[in-house]
């Protein structure tokens, strides 16, 4: 890429492809980045693209309280908590609280996610 598009939000774009659109974005050079199948079925990678099992995201649970079955505060709290606890295993690292220990504020909240820590289930 010519520039790095994190430095201009108002050029990203994040839409829905199939791994040969993937293939023939990167070989356009108008992909930055691509989460899906492998877009080139096992092949070698072209130069310039690298694979990653993982880019060590977050997954952010929220339910929206107009959705049907989600009328009150604690029904979407337990239906995120349940959410939740389908995500728990190997590779998952659970957070209770939204400020985590890697958020530049963590500082300020560190005694309110310590309490969320002890008080979420296990």
Not at 11 to 40: R, W
Not at 71 to 93: D, F, M, Q, Y
Not at 95 to 118: F, G, I, N, Q
């Amino acid at each position: 890429m010519p520039f790095y598009p994190s430095y201009y939000p108002q050029e990203i774009t994040v839409e829905t492809m199939a791994p040969p659109a993937a293939a023939a974005g990167f070989a356009k050079n108008t992909l930055h980045a691509y989460v899906g199948g492998d877009p080139y079925a096992g092949g070698p990678l072209p130069g310039g693209v690298t694979a990653f099992e993982s880019l060590a995201s977050y997954v952010v649970v929220t339910l929206d309280g107009a959705a049907p079955g989600f009328p009150t505060t604690e029904a979407r709290c337990a239906a995120a908590r349940a959410i939740a606890g389908t995500l728990r295993g190997e590779g998952w690292i659970y957070h209770p609280y939204p400020v985590t220990p890697w958020h530049p504020d963590h500082l300020h909240h560190a005694d309110l996610a310590e309490a969320a820590r002890r008080a979420a289930p296990r």
